[in-house]
């Protein structure tokens, strides 16, 4: 499997969007899931929204529901993260993963069960 590659994310102030791409390359290319994560400083790494590849269904964490949108195109192997309303506790490098956590709500948001990681990329949302 190839590393995911990561784009998007920058400085935005409150309120404002970003978008976080994140592209898997190859003809090889398997994943039952995508999904994004977050870290700020000095804490763990959290789940934020996750995408089953095959239908599309997703799953979000309580504080980003309304707020944050996650969609994938198979063709292209991608995945977005829409991100509107942002807010400074938002704050954080999100990393995307990729591979076979399994199904069920609980394993998506795992991030023990994911195999491909992006390089993380910083999102910082100023007040």
């Known amino acids: 499997q190839v590393q995911p590659v990561q784009s998007g994310g920058g400085l935005v102030q409150a309120g404002g969007s970003l978008r976080l791409t994140c592209a898997a390359s190859g003809r090889t290319f398997r994943t039952s899931a995508m999904a994004w994560f977050r870290q700020a400083p000095g804490k763990e790494r959290e789940f934020v929204a996750a995408?089953?590849?095959?239908?599309?269904?997703?799953v979000y964490r309580d504080s980003v529901k309304g707020r944050f949108t996650l969609s994938r195109d198979s063709a292209e192997n991608s995945g977005y993260l829409q991100m509107n309303s942002l807010k400074p506790e938002d704050t954080a490098v999100y990393y995307c993963?990729?591979?076979?956590?399994?199904?069920?709500?609980?394993?998506?948001?795992?991030?023990?069960?994911?195999?491909?990681w992006g390089q993380g990329t910083q999102v910082t949302v100023s007040s």
């Open positions: 993963a990729t591979g076979d956590p399994g199904i069920a709500t609980i394993q998506l948001q795992d991030r023990r069960l994911y195999r491909n």
């Open positions: 995408i089953r590849w095959t239908g599309g269904s997703t």
